[in-house]
C-alpha cells in the first residue's frame, strides 16, 4: 500500500468509443429486446449465446500485423493463440454451425442478441462497442425461408412499435444485379473473376444515385467523373450501349413507378403513400398463388418482377433471380405482406457485395428533422440477406443460410423519436422515498418501504446523510420520485405520516392558480395504517 | 479467393475456457436475471452497463509485463492505452461512481448483470467469461444500506424459486474479526500495516476450519502444522494466551449453539432446522426496538452479537463492528427478516481480506449429492459487504458503499437441481411444426402457421428438403415440437388437415396399452378451417 502513494491516481474514464448506459437507456432497450425476442420465438426460432471471444482464425480474420493491425477487431495474444472480440454475430454463427454440424436441428433456426466490438477510430455517433439483433436460418435452401424472414421483420418493426406504413421492407436479388452484369457484359459466368474491377466501379457507382444523380452515375459508369473541387474518380469505361443496360435497372425503380401510374393500377404520387390511402387503392389484390395473373389484376411486386424480368432475359443466373423474387413477393402476398410492407426494389444495392441471393433492408419511412432542421426519412434499421458460402469456410461443404441483422442503437433511436413527434415521451417514474426525519427510528422507516414493496410499489427509504432535509427531497426531485412520506417524533405520536405528492407539487408549483393551489394541497397527513393505501391513490393519478 | 485454396480451413472451435449457451440455457437464465431485476428494482436500484472495455489503469491493474502478464485480465495495447476486459462488476462501477460523481443521485443503487471475464487456466468447471448480477449501494453510510442488501438478497432468492428455509444468508463484520486481532495482540490501530503476515495466515487458517477442525486451526495459530504427507505450514506463531482469543472467536458458532440450547431458548438441532419446526419455536419473538432483551426473549441474532461483544470488548473497533452487527440484526427482525433468513454468524470469512466492514454470503442448504454421490449443502451462490475504499482510488476522496454479487451461473444450477429434486424439470416445448408434402403449395403452408402465430402459437414450416417425410418428422423429434400438421394433395381437396399430437404419440409408444392405442389415436383430420382451434386442444392438454 505505501508504494501507492506515489502513483498518480488513476482516471475514471471510459476507454475512447465506449459508453455507459444509466437507467432508462438500459430498461428502454431490454425492452424493446424483449418484444423482438417474442416475434422470434414464435417464428420457432431458439435463442444462441456465443462467447464475446473468438480464435481470430474463426472469425475469419488474419493475424495482426504491422501492416493490417487487427483489422478492425480488437485482438490479443494467449500463449499460441490469437483472441478477438466478436465484430458480429454473424461470423459466431457460422463457427457454431460448423462446429456442432452433427447436434444442431436442420434448418437450424436462431436468434442472438448482444454487443459486438469494432476496433474502428471512434467519432461522432462512432462507438466501438454496439448491440446488434440477428435471426438466421442455415440449411434451409428454399427461398421460403428468406420470405420467412422478411415477414418475421415487418411483424418485429411493428411489435416495437412501427406502424403498418411507417416502414417498409425493401427486398431485391444479388443474382438479378448479377444478370445485369452479365447482360452487359461485365460478368463471364465461366471466368467469375474477369472483370471483377469493373463490376466493383459500377457497384459503387449504383449505390451513389441518390447523391449522384442520373448523370453522375452514367459518368462512372463510362470515362469517369471529375466532381465540383475537380477531383477525378476513374470510371469502369463501359461502351455507351453496355451503360445502357446498367441504366434501365438504375431507373427501374423511377420507371416502375411511372408505368404503374400510366395504367392506373396503383396511384401513387410518392414511394410512401399513406397506408390507409394505400389501402384504398385496392392495390393488393392478391392474384392468388395459382390464377395467371393480367393487367388488371397484377401488383406492384408482380410488376416490378416482370420489369426486370425484361432486363435480364438473357442471363440464366438473371432470370433465376427474378424467379426467386417472385416466389418471395407471392408467399409474402399470401400471407398479406403485400408491397406496403415488403416491396421488391432493385434500389437497395447495400450488402450485394457479401450476399449470394436475395438482400432485405427494412427501412423507415416516417420523417426526422437532420442536423440542419432539414426534414428527412428516418432510414435503414436492419438488413441482411442470403449467403451460402460462410460455413463452407470451416467445413469445405456448402450450407444455405439467410438472415437479418437488427441495428438495435438505430431502432431504439427511431421509437424515442416516433414517440416524441407523438408527445408521448415517457419519464420514467422513480421509487417512492421515505424520508428519514428520526435516525433512530430507521426500523419503522424501513418496515414502510417494506409494506409499499410487499404491495407492489417501488420504493426506498433515504440512506444518505439525513441531516440535512433538503438534501433528501433534492434526491427525490433527482430520483424523479412520485411520493416521499415523511414522519418525524409528532407524526410518529399520532400515528400518522405525511404524503407529499411531488408530481402534484411540480405542476402547482409551475402553474397553478392560488385557488388550485388551496382545493388540492400536494402534501396531506394520513394514518400511519393507511400509508399504502394513500400512496396507491396517487400513483393512480 | 484464389489464394485461399492454398490455406488450410479454419477449426471450428469455441476457444480454450469459453462457452456457447444454446436455447433453454439462454431462456432460463434470463427468466432468472428478469426475475432479479424486478426485486432490485422494487428496491429503488437503477440498471448501469457499462462497456466491456475498460482502460487497465481504471481497473487498477497494472500493465502487462513478463513477471506478471495482465495479472488475471484480458489485455491488449491500443495506440498508447492499454486495454482490458473487465474482470468483475464493481471495478466499472467505482469508475462510474467516480466519473460522473456530479451527476449521480446520492446515494446510488444501481444494478448491473452481464458478463465478465478472467483470464485464468480453463478447467472442468472453470470458464474464462461467465455472469455476475450486481447490486450495490454507493454513498450510503449507514449500516441500514447492509440490511437493505441482506433483506433483498432473501427476496430475490425467493423470489428466482428458492424456498424459505432452503437458504440463509450469513452476516460477519470484518471490524469484529479486527477487534479480535487487536485483544490477540497482532493488530496495532496505531501501526495498521504491522503484523500484517500474522494476520494474513490466521485468516487463512480460521478459512479452514471446517477442513483442518479445531486442532489444526490451534496449529496454525501456533508454531505450524505438518500434514498428512508430512509437508508443513509454517504458523502465525501466536502464543497460546493469543490464540486462545482467536480460538474462542473460531468456535463462536458451535457455542453459540451450544448455550442456545442449554438455555433451552432455541432447540436447534442442527444449523439448518426445517423453516415450520423453526417457527413453531418462536425463537424470533421480536424483542423491540427499544426493549431491553431479557434472557427469555432475546432472539439468536441479539444472543450471538452479545456473544461476540464479549470476546472484543477491549477493542474500540471491535465494539463497533458488534454494534453494527446488532443494528443490522435489529433492522433486519423487525422486517420479518430473522436468523431463519439472515444470520449474524462470525464464522464467515471469505471476503473479509476486501471488504471493510460488514460481509454477507448466501447459502442454500438444501442437499445435493457430490461427484461421489455424498450428500452436502448446496453451499454460497452469493456474496458481498462494505467496501469504502474503491472510489477514492480515484478521486482520494472515501466514498461508503456496500453491495452484492449474485453468482448467476451457480443459482441457476442450484434452480435446476431443485427442480429435479421436486420432478419438475421443465423440458421447453418446441414450436408446431408444419411439414412440406407438396412443394408447390408453400403458400398454404405458410397461411397455416400465420394463423396459429397470429393465435400466438409458436409454429413454423419445415424449410429443409422437404423430399423425405420421415426427416421432417425427425426434426420435429428434435425440437421437441408438440403438433405436426399434414396436409398433402388429397387433404386439400377434402379441405382438412392431419393433425399429429407428438407428445401423446410419443406416450403412446412407450407406455400405452392397446386399448389406449386405440381409443387415443395420436393422428386425427380436421377440416382446415378449424386448425388452430385443433392445434389449441392440443397444447392445452
Redesign the interface.
Same mark, same amino acid.
Given at each position: 500500500? @505505501?508504494k501507492d502513494k506515489s502513483t498518480r491516481?488513476?482516471?475514471?474514464?471510459?476507454?475512447?468509443g &465506449?459508453?455507459?448506459?444509466?437507467?432508462a $437507456?438500459?430498461?428502454e432497450r431490454?425492452a424493446m429486446l424483449d418484444r423482438i425476442a417474442e416475434v422470434y420465438?414464435?417464428?420457432?426460432f431458439?435463442?444462441?449465446?456465443?462467447?464475446?471471444?473468438?480464435?481470430v482464425? @474463426?472469425l475469419?480474420k488474419f493475424l495482426p500485423d504491422v501492416d493490417r493491425p487487427n483489422e478492425g477487431v &480488437?485482438?490479443?495474444q494467449?500463449d499460441s $493463440?490469437w483472441?478477438a472480440?466478436r465484430y458480429d454475430l454473424t461470423a459466431p454463427l457460422a463457427?457454431?454451425a460448423?462446429?456442432?454440424r452433427n447436434d444442431l436441428?436442420?434448418?437450424y433456426?436462431r436468434y442472438a442478441m448482444g454487443?459486438v466490438?469494432r476496433?474502428e477510430k471512434p467519432g461522432p455517433g462512432r462507438f466501438?462497442?454496439f448491440y446488434q439483433c440477428d435471426a438466421d436460418?442455415v440449411?434451409?435452401?428454399?427461398v421460403?425461408?428468406d420470405?420467412?424472414i422478411c415477414?418475421m421483420l415487418a411483424d418485429t418493426l411493428e411489435a416495437v412499435g412501427i406502424p403498418r406504413g411507417d416502414y417498409i421492407i425493401r427486398v431485391n436479388n444479388r443474382k438479378v444485379l448479377n444478370g445485369v452484369m452479365e447482360v452487359a457484359g461485365i460478368l463471364d459466368p465461366n471466368d467469375p473473376?474477369k472483370f471483377a474491377a469493373e463490376r466493383g466501379i459500377v457497384l459503387r457507382a449504383i449505390d451513389k444515385l441518390d447523391r449522384l444523380g442520373e448523370d453522375g452515375v452514367r459518368a462512372l459508369l463510362g470515362a469517369g467523373r471529375k466532381d465540383e473541387s475537380g477531383d477525378f474518380t476513374k470510371g469502369a469505361g463501359l461502351s455507351d450501349a453496355q451503360a445502357e443496360v446498367v441504366m434501365l435497372f438504375v431507373n427501374a425503380p423511377s420507371e416502375i413507378q411511372r408505368r404503374l401510374q400510366d395504367v392506373a393500377l396503383v396511384e401513387v404520387s410518392s414511394e410512401h403513400l399513406p397506408w390507409d390511402a394505400y389501402e384504398a387503392l385496392g392495390a393488393s389484390s392478391a392474384a392468388g398463388?395459382n390464377s395467371l395473373p393480367n393487367s388488371a389484376s397484377v401488383t406492384r411486386n408482380e410488376f416490378t418482377c416482370r420489369y426486370l424480368r425484361e432486363i435480364v432475359q438473357q442471363s440464366v443466373t438473371g432470370i433465376e433471380g427474378v424467379d426467386e423474387l417472385e416466389m418471395i413477393s407471392?408467399?409474402l402476398d399470401?400471407?398479406?405482406y403485400d408491397a406496403r410492407k415488403v416491396r421488391i426494389d432493385p434500389s437497395v444495392v447495400r450488402g450485394l457485395g457479401y450476399y449470394t441471393g436475395p438482400v432485405f433492408e427494412a427501412e423507415l419511412t416516417f420523417e426526422i428533422l437532420d442536423e440542419k432542421g432539414r426534414p428527412r426519412q428516418f432510414g435503414s434499421v436492419a438488413g441482411g440477406g442470403r449467403y451460402d458460402d460462410l460455413v463452407k469456410?470451416?467445413?469445405?461443404q456448402a450450407v444455405p443460410a439467410t438472415g437479418v441483422s437488427i441495428g438495435v442503437d438505430r431502432l431504439l433511436a427511431a421509437l424515442r423519436e416516433k414517440r416524441k413527434q407523438a408527445g408521448t415521451e415517457r419519464k420514467e417514474s422513480?421509487?417512492v422515498i421515505v424520508t428519514v426525519m428520526d435516525r433512530d427510528r430507521?426500523?419503522?422507516y424501513?418496515?414502510m418501504v417494506?409494506e409499499l414493496?410487499a404491495a407492489?410499489?417501488?420504493?426506498?427509504?433515504?440512506?444518505?446523510?439525513p441531516k440535512n432535509f433538503g438534501n433528501q427531497l433534492k434526491?427525490a426531485d433527482?430520483?424523479n420520485s412520485p411520493v416521499a412520506i415523511i414522519q418525524g417524533g409528532d407524526e410518529a405520536a399520532k400515528g400518522v405520516v405525511q404524503i407529499k405528492d411531488l408530481i402534484l407539487g411540480a405542476r402547482i408549483a409551475s402553474e397553478a392558480s392560488l385557488e388550485e393551489w388551496k382545493s388540492q394541497p400536494a402534501q396531506f397527513e394520513a394514518p400511519r395504517a393507511d400509508l399504502v393505501a394513500a400512496v396507491r391513490r396517487i400513483l393512480e393519478g
Open positions: 500500500m @505505501a491516481r488513476p482516471k475514471a474514464e471510459t476507454p475512447k &465506449f459508453r455507459d448506459y444509466f437507467g $437507456d438500459v430498461t431490454k420465438h414464435l417464428y420457432g431458439d435463442p444462441l449465446e456465443t462467447s464475446a471471444v473468438e480464435t482464425e @474463426a475469419g &480488437f485482438a490479443w494467449e $493463440d483472441l472480440l463457427r457454431v460448423a462446429q456442432y436441428p436442420s434448418p433456426r454487443p466490438w476496433n466501438r462497442q436460418t440449411g434451409a435452401p428454399s421460403a425461408a420470405a420467412e415477414a473473376e398463388a407471392e408467399l399470401r400471407q398479406g469456410r470451416f467445413t469445405g422513480g421509487p430507521m426500523a419503522e424501513q418496515a417494506g414493496r407492489g410499489i417501488r420504493a426506498e427509504v433515504y440512506l444518505g446523510n434526491y433527482k430520483r
